[in-house]
């Protein structure tokens, strides 16, 4: 049986001097970093990972990372931080979560700040995805600033979209339902240990829209704790 072509390494240099001339790129500055590069892309599964600030989504991202890696999978990441309204810098602290598994020749991961974008996520967002599947990626994460009612922009950019939300944090149901809670594909009630966790998840689950043909997928509400790594496997 023949043994599958072995892929090339990341080319980090470029790929990271690509994505930073990308970031505040004009429309025409975009396509002549792109030029040849989406010719070698192949599509990479992409998945999103949103929800409100606090509730944990770098520290989810860094446990799923873990898991695709575990199975073999290559895994590129974007992280958008929210830059400052008045300096325009951003921490980029995102990463700090994800990169215990840094020196894996098979990850790759970029913060980017969100600069002029409103929506969650960056400047240019769709170039620099195209890009990453430059690189053979198996998997795209996506991590978006803390998003809210009208901040689900990132549904169209990916093929699944994981709603990240948390117990103990006011009426958040009632201030999401009417817009990134429309949209997920898997929602995840992070922070296990809290109080109320399995009432949100009932919560949660009796707002959310049901297929009307018994062959649509149903979004599940998983119930997580990413630093113990409680439902990780589910």
């Not at 991202?61 to 895994?75: C, E, P, S, T, Y």
């Not at 994981?162 to 339902?177: E, F, H, I, N, S």
Request: with cysteine; charged share 25%; hydrophobic share 45%.
């Amino acid at each position: 049986m023949s043994q599958p072509t072995p892929r090339a390494p990341i080319n980090r240099r470029a790929l990271g001097r690509a994505l930073s001339r990308l970031a505040d790129a004009s429309v025409a500055e975009a396509l002549a970093v792109l030029d040849g590069e989406l010719a070698a892309a192949r599509p990479a599964w992409r998945c999103g990972i949103t929800g409100p600030a606090g509730v944990g989504k770098s520290t989810l991202v860094g446990r799923f990372v873990n898991a695709r890696l575990a199975h073999r999978r290559r895994v590129g990441v974007v992280a958008v931080d929210p830059s400052s309204p008045y300096s325009q810098g951003a921490i980029l602290g995102d990463r700090i979560r994800i990169d215990a598994h840094g020196d894996d020749a098979e990850l790759f991961v970029r913060s980017l700040a969100s600069r002029r974008a409103h929506d969650g996520l960056a400047d240019n967002i769709g170039n620099v995805l195209a890009l990453m599947e430059s690189q053979a990626f198996d998997d795209v994460i996506v991590e978006t600033v803390g998003a809210g009612q009208s901040q689900y922009e990132v549904r169209e950019l990916v093929d699944t979209l994981v709603v990240v939300l948390m117990p103990g944090a006011g009426d958040l149901v009632q201030a999401v339902k009417a817009g990134i809670l429309e949209t997920g594909d898997i929602y995840v009630i992070n922070k296990a240990d809290r109080p109320g966790a399995k009432e949100m998840v009932a919560e949660i689950a009796s707002v959310l829209r049901h297929p009307a043909d018994a062959d649509d997928w149903a979004p599940p509400v998983v119930l997580v704790s990413a630093l113990s790594g409680e439902g990780l496997d589910a």
